[in-house]
């Protein structure tokens, strides 16, 4: 199952609410991977969502990881965002790669 993250965690619940949903997915027998794409990757890298009074994102990532799911973040989107930092944890995939993990998961949840 693979569930997309495309929405910046900031100003939007849809990020956070994309990560409750990836983590709820895993109390039923589900391997999870949460790819994050486009504006998504911005929940990838260390954020202070308190700073601007938005959703933690934070919390739910911490979680999938204890959990042992997998968190990818493309490549291509870091890329045209500058960004050079992602969470521990989190797997940087060329586009080509994100792409066959989204187009052979059995479940695709975009968000």
Do not use: C
């Not at 569930?3 to 609410?17: F, H, T």
């Amino acid at each position: 199952m693979v569930v997309i993250v495309r929405w910046a965690p900031l100003g939007s619940e849809r990020a956070a609410e994309a990560l409750r949903v990836a983590l709820g997915q895993t109390l039923a027998p589900n391997r999870v991977t949460v790819v994050f794409l486009d504006e998504g990757v911005w929940s990838a890298r260390p954020l202070q969502p308190e700073v601007a009074q938005g959703p933690d994102v934070g919390k739910p990532i911490r979680f999938l990881l204890e959990l042992g799911q997998r968190l990818v973040a493309d490549a291509d989107s870091l890329a045209a965002r500058e960004i050079h930092t992602v969470l521990a944890g989190v797997d940087v995939k060329k586009r080509r790669e994100v792409i066959d993990l989204i187009t052979t998961a059995d479940h695709v949840i975009p968000y």
